[in-house]
């Protein structure tokens, strides 16, 4: 056994993890449309986003706080805003792009 090899198996275990915790919120806000609505604004505060997605103030905080975390969307502190960036936006908002992956949770 070698501690490299022991170090990059527990690295995919644990983004495997992070994986499999985070693909019910990434659906749920892909069939809500947060990614389109988050690109089409430029950004929206939980209180705008829940209106824009008819989602319960609760829900779409849980489900930004989720996304943030994973580096899937973009917080700013000042303004209190979520967004994506043209990174974010090419993989969860642009179903033309070959790397899209919202459809694939």
Do not use: W
Not at 4 to 9: E, F, T, Y
Not at 20 to 35: I, N, P, S, T, Y
Not at 48 to 68: D, F, M, Q, Y
Not at 70 to 99: I, M, R
């Amino acid at each position: 056994m070698t501690e490299a090899k022991r170090r990059i198996l527990a690295a995919r275990a644990m983004s495997d993890v992070g994986a499999a915790q985070c693909a019910g919120v990434v659906q749920l806000a892909d069939e809500r449309h947060v990614f389109t609505e988050l690109t089409r604004t430029g950004g929206l505060t939980v209180d705008e986003l829940a209106k824009a997605c008819n989602l319960p103030v609760r829900l779409a905080s849980s489900i930004l706080t989720a996304l943030a975390a994973s580096g899937y969307v973009d917080f700013d502190s000042g303004t209190k805003k979520y967004s994506l960036g043209p990174e974010q936006q090419s993989l969860f908002a642009n179903e033309n792009d070959p790397l899209f992956v919202g459809g694939a949770f």
